[in-house]
């Protein structure tokens, strides 16, 4: 088994040196460099397991760094810790914000806590193991919507389920991040033995692949797992945000597909899925405001770095009446509908009302084909980029 890579962007040469010593000393390969420009080079090209880097560089803000390594497929998922001499609570969450995995103060005892962190991550099975022959490549899909009561969160689980069906050698999970309080347990008839905020309080050392395989739900008939979102108000304030970043990392660790459902939400949270996203389907409705505020949100993504390609558009008609068609949306859009939904009437609010998902419910409704025909779309859609990933 090869050594995990650690790519360290270190402007301050003895302090380099140090963490050098130190990482080598307890078995981790590690590659030093002391510009902004130079780690993302050298993060592009030489593909490190890690990248611990320093805020305060002599040629780019490390926020700057960050986020272009987010935005990059190439090393949008890689685990990036930021170990910084910046220590105000803005630089915290300006730093977590950008894309960090975790953050760390430069002081007394950093080196400890970076040490426990990596030994967390490696014992949760996020880092990834050095074994010879293929890897497989697991997958992180947001679902987003620019307004609400479009059917996100009905369209989400039911694409969910027709993966775990198209691709039934791999398994799925879901996560409620609606917030404060998520429909999905709801509609899928989960009785909620653990929720997201739950799974906040828990340490790395806790929360392992093996613990959430065996105890998320698993909802009879959608064929997948779920972490749901609280149910209590009162309880949803208790999320810990912080810990938000390592729940998905083993999640994608212990699941090859991680299906979020965002909601209407662009939030810190947020973003920190759709930064990271291979996928984003973004919903909406034929009608004027809501191609409007899809075009403002998909502007908006775009100016925080999320790459065009990943944006997949399906137009839902939840009403009878027809709406704007798909070119005349494309068009105010500027961007391919990938989908279009045909209205199902009540039978959509029907089958979640019965806790069963439409192949089950109505297999040979319009709207069902439709979203059969999106998933497998959608299954293209990553495998063709985890190939243009994979190009030398």
Known sequence: MEKVHILLIEPDESTAAFLRQMLSRVGFQIQVVSSGKEGLINAWRDQPDIIVLELNLPDLDGLEVVRKLRGDQRTSRKMIVGLTS????????????AGLNQYIVKQADAFDTLLRY???????????????????????????????GV??????????????????????????????????????????PIDLVQLTKMSSGELTSEYL??????PKSWGFYLVPGCND?????????????????????????????????????????????????????????????????MNYLLEEGVIKDRLLFLCNRPL??????????????????NISIPNMGARFHLANTLHAPLHLRCPE?????????????????????????RLP
Do not use: W
């Open 213 to 218: 395989r065996k105890n998320l739900p698993a």
């Open 320 to 337: 009878a009446t027809e709406g704007l068609n798909v070119d005349a949306i494309e068009a105010a859009l500027g961007h391919e509908i």
């Open 118 to 148: 990596l030994a967390g991550e490696q014992r949760a099975g996020q880092l990834r193991q050095k074994v010879k022959g293929p890897i497989p490549s697991n997958h992180l899909i947001a679902f987003l919507s620019a307004k609400g």
């Open 365 to 389: 409704e319009p709207a069902t084909i439709a979203i059969n025909r999106f998933s497998a779309n959608l299954l293209q859609h990553l495998k063709q980029a985890g190939d243009k990933v």
């Open 86 to 97: 910046r220590s105000q609570p803005e630089d915290t969450i300006a730093g977590l914000e």
């Open 151 to 192: 059917g996100t969160s009905s369209l989400c689980i039911n694409v969910a389920g027709q993966i775990t069906r198209q691709d039934s050698k791999h398994t799925v999970v879901v996560l409620d991040l609606v917030l404060p309080i998520g429909s999905l347990a709801q509609i899928t008839g989960s009785k909620r």
């Open 233 to 297: 108000p009162h309880q949803a304030v208790n999320l810990q945000t912080d810990r938000l970043s390592p729940i998905i990392q083993t999640l994608q660790a212990a699941f090859t597909y991680l299906i979020v459902d965002i909601g209407r939400n662009l939030s810190h949270l947020a973003m920190l899925v759709l930064r990271q996203a291979d996928a984003i389907v973004m919903i909406l409705t034929p009608d004027e405001p809501g191609i409007s505020s899809s075009h403002i949100v």
